[in-house]
């Protein structure tokens, strides 16, 4: 089975920017949507991106679109989070999920596959 590993968190002042990575171990990420979600103190884990196997489809929460682009890159088994004018409330633990089959879901429990998570702080 693939196991995410993501990178790239870090500690970053509102307005600035980030770029999460996650990459295949063991497996590839071949046929599998990916996507990232998040996890704030004393919340749930919630939907922040996601991108087909094919075409590249993709779909944002409402809280980052505009903000946030999601990536892929097949050949090297990695899918990016670009994160753009960061806000305080984006501060969450992101984790980079994969699901065995093509096509995007928002949903959390479609996802088979999970990475350990990455820290984002935005500070004020």
């Known amino acids: 089975q693939v196991q995410p590993v993501e990178s790239g968190g870090g500690l970053v002042q509102a307005g600035g920017s980030l770029r999460l990575s996650c990459a295949a171990s063991?497996?590839?990420?071949?046929?599998?949507?990916l996507g990232w979600f998040r996890q704030a103190p004393g919340k749930e884990r919630e939907f922040v991106a996601a991108?087909?196997?094919?075409?590249?489809?993709?779909r944002y929460a409402a809280s980052v679109t505009g903000r946030f682009t999601i990536s892929r890159d097949n050949a090297q088994n990695t899918v990016y989070l670009q994160m753009n004018s960061l806000k305080p409330e984006d501060t969450a633990v992101y984790y980079c999920?994969?699901?065995?089959?093509?096509?995007?879901?928002?949903?959390?429990?479609?996802?088979?596959?999970w990475g350990q998570g990455t820290q984002v702080t935005v500070s004020s």
């Open positions: 999920a994969a699901k065995r089959t093509a096509a995007w879901s928002t949903t959390l429990d479609e996802y088979d596959f």
């Open positions: 991108i087909s196997w094919i075409g590249g489809r993709t």
């Open positions: 063991g497996r590839t990420f071949s046929n599998c949507a």
